[in-house]
T-cell receptor, first 113, second 111 residues
Framework: DAGVIQSPRHEVTEMGQEVTLRCKPI?????LFWYRQTMMRGLELLIY????????DSGMPEDRFSAKMPNASFSTLKIQPSEPRDSAVYFC???????????FGQGTRLTVV | GENVEQHPSTLSVQEGDSAVIKCTYS??????FPWYKQELGKRPQLIID?????GEKKDQRIAVTLNKTAKHFSLHITETQPEDSAVYFC??????????FGKGTMLLVSP
């Protein structure tokens, strides 16, 4: 298995633009997580899915953020409109259960200017 | 929910020395404790984990110890090497909920 795959690896966008981050989890993993990492706040859980259903989105910072998982092999995290404070590394991770080790993708480094 | 405290935030050692990173957790029901290593510009990767039914687990130069009574667990790295330089994260679950991560420890191993 290639592991968790994220795209793009880097994204630079202007404030106000829509940004879509993509993730393909490890096959057979029923749980998918979206994290945001910054120096100030560390690793923050934004949302997680179980069998494609969003379970807990309490970490999503604002209504500008939305996430979907239309099938077991694909998820998106969308920011619309983007703001400079959204600049961070966004990681997708997947696991067999929510309370055991998750395997992380390589991340998307988002810069909003 | 779970609260995970990690110390120190930075740790500098000489090559060959040992390094110890400590974490405390708040939820006595937590039963699984992974440690992740994140090299600069890369993803966090699981390096070792321990379940609450054991007190210690070793894998070559790294080991993790768990004290359930005191609700703390530690990562031990012996004979450190420059390639051990990274940020290390501990984590703990809250019941059947998701993992809560510590703030991370930046380990710098000087040759």
């Amino acid at each position: 298995d290639a592991g968790v795959i994220q795209s793009p690896r880097h994204e630079v966008t202007e404030m106000g633009q829509e940004v879509t981050l993509r993730c393909k989890p490890i096959s057979g993993h029923d749980y998918l997580f979206w994290y945001r990492q910054t120096m100030m706040r560390g690793l923050e859980l934004l949302i997680y899915f179980n069998n494609n259903v969003p379970i807990d989105d309490s970490g999503m910072p604002e209504d500008r953020f939305s996430a979907k998982m239309p099938n077991a092999s694909f998820s998106t995290l969308k920011i619309q409109p983007s703001e400079p404070r959204d600049s961070a590394v966004y990681f997708c991770a997947s696991s067999l259960s929510p309370s055991v080790a998750a395997f992380f993708g390589q991340g998307t480094r988002l810069t909003v200017v | 929910g779970e609260n995970v405290e990690q110390h120190p935030s930075t740790l500098s050692v000489q090559e060959g020395d040992s390094a110890v990173i400590k974490c405390t957790y708040s939820d006595s029901a937590s039963n699984y404790f992974p440690w992740y290593k994140q090299e600069l510009g890369k993803r966090p990767q699981l390096i070792i984990d321990i379940r609450s039914n054991v007190g210690e687990k070793k894998d070559q130069r790294i080991a993790v110890t768990l004290n359930k009574t005191a609700k703390h667990f530690s990562l031990h790295i012996t004979e450190t090497q420059p390639e051990d330089s990274a940020v290390y994260f501990c984590a703990a679950p809250s019941g059947y909920s998701t993992l809560t991560f510590g703030k991370g420890t930046m380990l710098l191993v000087s040759p």
